[in-house]
């Protein structure tokens, strides 16, 4: 490869050396023509001369468009990766031997792949930002609907306690609860999806969970698609968490909706991947994924749906709790051929489980007579509604609505029991427990939170004198909690143990 400056001085040397040597030639050749008679002789070589001149232009002009040839190919196939540049491709590579426009090209290339880094990059650093700020949002709104969760649920409790066990209206306030319950679920599984808690694990036979969902699905699916089941019998539990396995089935189930306006076929099948996994798979019959979109599906926000038809989150929410379940997910489409989803889900086994995080008690938990107890919670409905429940099992309760109030209490008074909220101005439940631990105070502390405890939950359980509760809760459970955290078997194990 020969800059340009010596790639012409070679051009130029090739061609003069070719004409002087022409010139010599026909000099050569001038002197060995015959002259028979002057004016012939003459006529000849002059005739001759024309015609050697007519080749050496000749010569020029193909030496010449060669020339040009040689820089105007490179030339605009440069301006062809300009153009490429400024509309935000990547330029390809220009073949040619000219150093410096090879260089360029090199250059310009490197310079479309830097742009091209740079705009996943802030692409990358947008879909963070939204994240960032949906997970605050999400977490902001999960605090205020848990608290008032936590009320309707606490109020339920409180009301069914009043009613004898055969009243007809303890079957609709039973319903009431259920439906709240899954009201929780349905924002822990946006707080999971934004890593603010991790989901809860157990055993779940997953035929039922998805025959059960299946029969709840017309009204997403619009009466036009058919549901086929597929499920293997006798297949072994799976480890997860049943309301995020269910909106897993709700979003492909939407997905597959608006991929068959027409109506069409929507496959559920469930069978053994091997000793470890099952495999779920959600099949439509519907138009497919094209090849350029397939790779970004669960990308967050990224949605070929018209604007206001779709968020670009329900794909990403799947992979999201796939990944909390330590499973995987893949993907198989081909335009008109319909759309493949493959979940790998770890089959239950005993150690794997997580720990419930309101155990619900069954049985009426013992008064608390002679016990004190401070309530630390901001909002007025649910400090009122523990006030009430355990002023009614015949403790003296007293409450703060904020955890600053609630240490300068502590502090005047002897208590038995706290239970604090942990998200409260001035001072948190978790500040509040740091300054009572501090303080070389052991006494029983119930921490409650709406959306987790901001990944310290490890670390706290090695507190033995703290219990955790996320809302909303029942009040019955509460109750047990509290009674063994102030019973003397638990002081005494405490005791044992220090």
Wanted: proline share 5%; with cysteine; aromatic share 6%.
């Amino acid at each position: 490869m020969l800059p340009i400056r010596r790639y012409l001085l070679k051009e130029l040397a090739v061609t003069f050396g070719v004409m002087a040597l022409a010139l010599l030639l026909l000099a050569g050749i001038s002197i060995l023509v015959p002259s028979t008679n002057e004016t012939g002789g003459g006529i000849a070589r002059i005739l001759f001369l024309i015609g050697a001149v007519m080749l050496f232009l000749a010569f020029s002009i193909w030496r010449i468009r060669n020339l040009a040839k040689r820089f105007g190919d490179p030339l605009e196939a440069l301006a062809e990766s300009v153009r490429s540049l400024s509309e935000g491709r990547i330029p390809e590579t220009v073949n040619t031997d000219l150093k410096e426009i090879h260089s360029l090209s090199e250059a310009l290339r490197r310079a479309g792949e830097s742009l091209q880094n740079e705009a996943e990059l802030r692409s990358q650093l947008e879909r963070s930002q939204r994240m960032e700020t949906m997970g605050a949002l999400a977490g902001g709104v999960a605090h205020d609907v848990n608290n008032q969760l936590a009320s309707i649920v606490g109020q339920i409790n409180l009301g069914k306690e009043m009613l004898p066990e055969n009243h007809p209206v303890r079957r609709r306030l039973n319903k009431a609860e259920d439906a709240a319950d899954r009201c929780a679920l349905m924002i822990k599984s946006l707080l999971s999806f934004t890593h603010q808690v991790k989901p809860q694990l157990r055993s779940v036979d997953l035929n039922t969970l998805i025959a059960n969902t299946a029969s709840m699905m017309d009204r997403i699916l619009g009466g036009l698609i058919r549901i086929e089941l597929d499920l293997m019998p006798d297949l072994p539990p799976v480890l997860g968490e049943p309301i995020q396995l269910e909106q897993i089935l709700f979003n492909l189930a939407v997905n597959a909706r608006d991929a068959m306006p027409q109506g069409g076929r929507l496959t559920l099948r469930t069978e053994p991947e091997d000793t470890n996994q099952i495999c779920w798979t959600v099949q439509d019959s519907g138009t497919g994924i094209v090849p350029d979109v397939l790779p970004h599906i669960f990308e967050p926000f990224f949605t070929t749906k018209p604007l206001g038809k779709g968020s670009g989150l329900g794909l990403a929410m799947v992979q999201s709790i796939v990944d909390a379940h330590g499973g995987r997910i893949e993907v198989n489409s081909q335009p008109g051929k319909g759309t493949e989803f493959r979940i790998f889900l770890n089959i239950y086994e005993e150690e794997s489980a997580t720990e419930e995080e309101t155990p619900r008690a069954t049985l009426q938990p013992k008064h608390f007579a002679g016990k004190r107890i401070l309530v630390a919670e901001d909002d007025p409905n649910l400090r009122e509604l523990l006030a009430d429940a355990f002023t009614q099992a015949r403790a003296q309760v007293e409450t703060a609505p904020d955890g600053r109030i609630a240490w300068s209490m502590f502090q005047q008074s002897r208590y038995d029991l706290v239970i604090s909220d942990q998200r409260m101005p001035e001072c948190t439940g978790l500040e509040l427990l740091a300054k009572i631990r501090k303080a070389q105070n052991t006494i029983p502390v119930i921490l409650v939170s709406g959306y987790g405890l901001e990944g310290m939950e490890e670390e706290l359980k090695k507190d033995s004198r703290l219990r955790f509760f996320f809302k909303p809760f029942s009040i019955r459970a509460l109750f047990a909690t509290a009674s063994e955290l102030l019973s003397p078997e638990f002081a005494s194990r405490i005791a044992e143990q220090a």
